[in-house]
């Protein structure tokens, strides 16, 4: 099989990352093209894909024949320019998460999809590849310690760029958690309510955090998830079960433990690159294996839009301080 040839859109860290990986660790797929604006940062990623060519911008990189399948890591509100001439040329493309900032965007993109007939959007929601949420999400659905009662999620960051603002905590943060509860629980997510916790006075002004984020789904199931991002430690996504006849628990360090001075330590995350390292080499070998057949391998552009819907009731919550319902469009028959 020749290789998939894949445009990255957007060289920050997050598409960086995966240039390398691409390009060191997945298999079948080698970077042919690099779409950044800012200079600098294409030629450091050009570092690392040194046989790629540098683009201004989607349309050409797509008429250039050298492309077979896109990779898209800007910000969200970006998203929506690129993937509409991505639908049009008929080429797989995954999309880092959120797959747009907001729903009407969202919906365009699904309708332009299914207008376009063919599902070639996957969205990067990288959790679901991790083998704790796999073996979690098993569990649940085996109920051998009976039916799940409650989710309690744990977000925290040891800090954050300057650009992240307080709507990020919940349109960029818990919007995974707004993916992975309702993977988890088969179920959509009907309601949202934001809790202030004590302000943390180490954070920078501009964030008025720790919160809290209840998240009850259609089943009953309600998740409480601490989203904390000035915790200063280090990175951890710990996901606790709780159900009739038992408790389940994802993600605790598995770094070196170190005993010393009459006391242990172990060691910590401290981004999220290295959290979710294997989930990422999963998620994109199985992209890339799909789009190798010109589909994809793992959440789609509905499943985007779930995320959106449910990110627009926190945010309507985090401003209100009241809980807000989610609505949701009927799923189109395409999307089953």
């Not at 063919?118 to 109920?143: H, N, P, T, W």
């Not at 040891?158 to 509860?181: R, T």
């Not at 089943?219 to 989203?227: C, K, R, W």
Request: with cysteine; aromatic share 6%.
């Amino acid at each position: 099989m020749s290789q998939l040839r894949v445009a990255v859109v957007g060289t920050g860290s997050m598409g960086t990352d995966h240039i390398i990986r691409i390009n060191t660790r997945i298999s079948g797929a080698s970077i042919t093209a690099i779409i950044e604006p800012d200079q600098k940062r294409a030629k450091d990623a050009l570092v690392h894909a040194p046989e790629a060519k540098k683009f201004e911008n989607i349309e050409q990189a797509l008429a250039s024949g050298l492309v077979d399948a896109v990779l898209i890591a800007t910000p969200g509100e970006y998203h929506e320019a690129v993937i509409m001439p991505i639908i049009a040329a008929g080429i797989p493309v995954l999309c880092e998460k959120p797959m747009t900032p907001d729903v009407p965007s969202a919906l365009r993109i699904c309708a332009a999809e299914v207008k376009a007939g063919k599902k070639i959007i996957q969205v990067g929601f990288m959790r679901r590849f991790d083998e704790g949420y796999i073996e979690l999400r098993e569990q649940i659905a085996s109920q051998r310690l009976g039916e799940l009662l409650a989710l309690h999620c744990t977000h925290r960051n040891p800090s954050v760029p300057d650009w992240y603002g307080n709507d990020m905590l919940i349109a960029d943060s818990v919007s995974h958690e707004f993916d992975i509860v309702r993977y988890l629980t088969n179920s959509p997510i009907v309601s949202v309510e934001v809790k202030q916790l004590k302000r943390n006075k180490l954070a920078p002004e501009r964030l008025n955090e720790p919160i809290l984020v209840l998240m009850e789904t259609e089943s009953g199931i309600v998740a409480a998830v601490e989203m904390n991002v000035s915790v200063q430690f280090g990175y951890q996504v710990i996901t606790e079960a709780v159900f009739q006849k038992g408790v389940a628990e994802i993600g605790r360090s598995s770094g070196m433990t170190t005993w010393e001075a009459g006391r242990s330590s172990q060691s910590e995350h401290t981004t999220y690159i290295t959290r979710f390292a294997r989930a990422y080499d999963d998620e994109i070998q199985a992209w890339v294996n799909a789009a190798s057949k010109g589909g994809i391998g793992g959440p789609t552009a509905w499943d985007g839009y779930m995320s959106v819907a449910g990110v627009q009731a926190g945010l309507a919550s985090l401003r209100s301080g009241n809980k807000e319902f989610a609505t949701y469009e009927i799923k189109p028959t395409f999307y089953n």
